[in-house]
Nanobody, 122 residues
């Protein structure tokens, strides 16, 4: 099973940008569909974005479309989430996940990272 470690979180002001990374090890990164989730304080974990193992297909939740970009670098076994025009409501712990199937990964990923905190001040 692949191990995932997120990084890149921090404190930013509204309107600024942040890029998260998720380093994978112990598995064949290039064969996994990947996704980002987030969990705000007192809220349930929610799907943010996903990308197919080929990198060709991407999906986003409506609230981040046009602001966030998911990408992957198989040579580096790393998943990214570039976040622009950040809003206070984007404040959450962000998790990366690995799985098979772009539909299945939204509900039942195979592996989770430990999360990285993103805080957006107004």
């Amino acid at each position: 099973q692949v191990q995932l470690v997120e990084s890149g979180g921090g404190l930013v002001q509204a309107g600024e940008s942040l890029k998260l990374s998720c380093a994978a090890s112990g598995g064949t990164f290039s064969s996994y569909d990947m996704a980002w989730f987030r969990q705000g304080s007192g809220k349930e974990r929610e799907f943010v974005a996903s990308i197919s193992w080929t990198g060709v297909n991407t999906y986003y939740t409506d609230s981040v479309k046009g602001r966030f970009t998911i990408s992957r670098d198989s040579a580096k076994s790393t998943l990214y989430l570039e976040m622009n025009s950040l809003k206070p409501e984007d404040t959450a712990v962000y998790y990366c996940a690995a799985g098979t199937g772009l539909y299945t990964i939204r509900t039942s990923p195979d592996s989770w990272g430990q999360g990285t905190q993103v805080t957006v001040s107004s």
